[in-house]
């Protein structure tokens, strides 16, 4: 493990924020530079160009303003050079030009100096050093008269690498960025860790500056944490083998995995297992067949839906999980995978009914795996509850938002815009509910009038906003 590591001064209960934090610096992907806010981060349309570099959007002038001293530099140097350089040039030089203004340390607050992080440049791969390298010229290409030398800028490229943080829109549905958080860096991993980060966007619409608040991230416990105990984040996702985290930890962070769950094995027999009928399983030779075939349609599925086809990719799917089905368990890695792209693309589709299908069983596989108060966890359930709500499912749908409700309040708080549009979404279908169960016809007929833009709701006095299909 990294030699790092913060622990807590006091007993924690589980949804408590153990620190937050904003960002030292961070900066919105290339490929989303123009859909996604580059002060709050949050992705909307028809946001506002700088019209001094014309590269950095904003929601409005209140995020403007709130970022200027991030930009200022920024916004000079690519008004100079013509084009904004890569993301990891773009933030380097917002950590560069922070360090020579305010030094390494920017509040009381923070624990280290960004300069003190791991860099793990000696322990790069030759590819990655020669990247590194590229992005250093270009990073001189982009600020020729920096101070710092060589080997200075190489160290905040390899911190960088091993320390940057991926921000999410508002959503919590894509990344769209990536920020250096240096408290946050000090955390050490456990791939059944203790504690959740998230970005919290901040506050930027009240009318009283007072009450704005910047964009953070904020580490949340997942239960109880006794005083003096370490807090742990997961630096990568659970889903997987102990070996193959073990050896993403060690291509991204140059070390050796030895938690509980790696040194265990703990739940790979879960991931990897065959299915079981009255004590009867597969043979080992048809259960190698299936998992060869499935890592072989999990590439073109992925090939079919970068492609934009999502016809394919539902035929794929279809076809796999016929094969997987009476084959590998309910909580093989690879059937769950196949699950999650197929009830991913046939809601995109709107056929909520099958996907509907496909996400509950891929919920009921990861709440085997996962902790119980995992955020993924909790984002999957939220979705799948959406899609049976949609496919009329009312009661399956309104029992899955609850589930994704008490879990996201643990890990994103009730402040949160995701659990604010939860909350939203579980007081509706718990109306809903009120009338499904009072009358069943009234709320069908309810349903088939609104898929067919009727105005039964006004005939039978119920709110608009009662059914998700008349909102």
């Known amino acids: 493990m990294p030699p790092q590591g913060l622990r807590t001064t006091k007993d924690l209960c589980a949804g408590e924020v153990v620190l937050a934090e904003p960002s030292f610096a961070a900066v919105v992907f290339d490929s989303l530079s123009q859909q996604v806010c580059h002060s709050c981060f949050r992705r909307q349309a028809n946001l506002h160009r700088c019209a001094q570099c014309k590269f950095a959007h904003y929601c409005d002038r209140t995020c403007q303003t709130a970022c200027w001293d991030e930009h200022k530099q920024e916004c000079g140097a690519i008004k100079k050079n013509g084009k904004a350089p ?37 322990d790069m791969p030759a590819d990655n050093l020669k990247e590194l390298k590229i992005d250093v010229h270009k990073y001189l290409d982009y600020c020729p008269n920096t101070r710092h030398g060589v080997e200075y800028i190489s160290h905040i490229f390899g911190i960088i690498n091993c320390n940057g943080f991926t921000l999410s829109d508002q959503r919590g549905q894509q990344a769209v960025g990536v920020g250096l958080f240096p408290n946050l860096c000090l955390v050490n991993h456990d791939c059944w860790p203790n504690c959740a980060v998230i970005l919290n966007h901040g506050n930027q619409s009240a009318l009283n500056a007072t009450f704005h608040s910047k964009r953070r991230v904020e580490l949340r416990a ?17 889903l997987n083998v102990s070996t193959d985290r073990q050896r993403a930890l060690k291509h991204q962070y140059h070390f050796d995995c030895t938690c509980k769950s790696c040194s265990k094995n703990l739940k790979d027999d879960l991931m990897m297992a065959a299915k079981e009928t009255e004590g009867n399983k597969p043979s080992d030779e048809l259960v190698k067949e299936v998992q060869e075939l499935s890592l072989e349609c999990l590439a073109k599925v992925e090939a079919a839906r970068t492609a934009g086809d999502f016809h394919e990719v539902v035929k794929l799917c279809r076809e796999c999980l016929d094969k997987q089905e009476p084959v590998l368990a309910d909580t093989h890695l690879y059937q769950l995978r196949m699950l999650s792209a197929a009830s991913e693309v046939l809601s995109y589709l709107k056929f909520f009914s099958e996907a509907a299908e496909y996400s509950r069983r891929m919920v009921e596989g990861y709440m085997k795996l996962y902790h119980p108060n995992n955020a993924q966890l909790g984002m999957a359930t939220m979705r799948a509850g959406v899609t049976h709500w949609h496919a009329g499912l009312i009661e399956v749908g309104h029992g899955m938002i ?47 009038a609104a898929l067919q833009n009727k105005s039964m709701a006004v005939r039978l006095k119920v709110p608009m906003n009662v059914l998700p299909f008349l909102s």
């Open 86 to 122: 890569n993301e990891n040039v773009r933030l380097a030089a917002r950590v560069l030009w922070r360090i020579q203004k305010d030094t390494g340390i920017v509040s009381d607050s923070q624990l280290t100096s960004v300069d003190q992080l791991e860099d793990h440049v000696a």
């Open 222 to 238: 997942l239960g109880k944490i006794a005083e003096n105990e370490e807090l742990t984040v997961g630096y990568v996702d659970f």
């Open 402 to 448: 609850c589930k994704a409700y008490a879990i996201l309040m643990i890990t994103h708080g009730p402040n949160h815009s995701i659990t604010k549009d939860l909350e939203s979404m579980r007081m509706q279908t718990e109306m809903e509910q009120r009338i499904f169960k009072q009358n069943e016809c009234v709320y069908h007929s309810m349903r088939e």
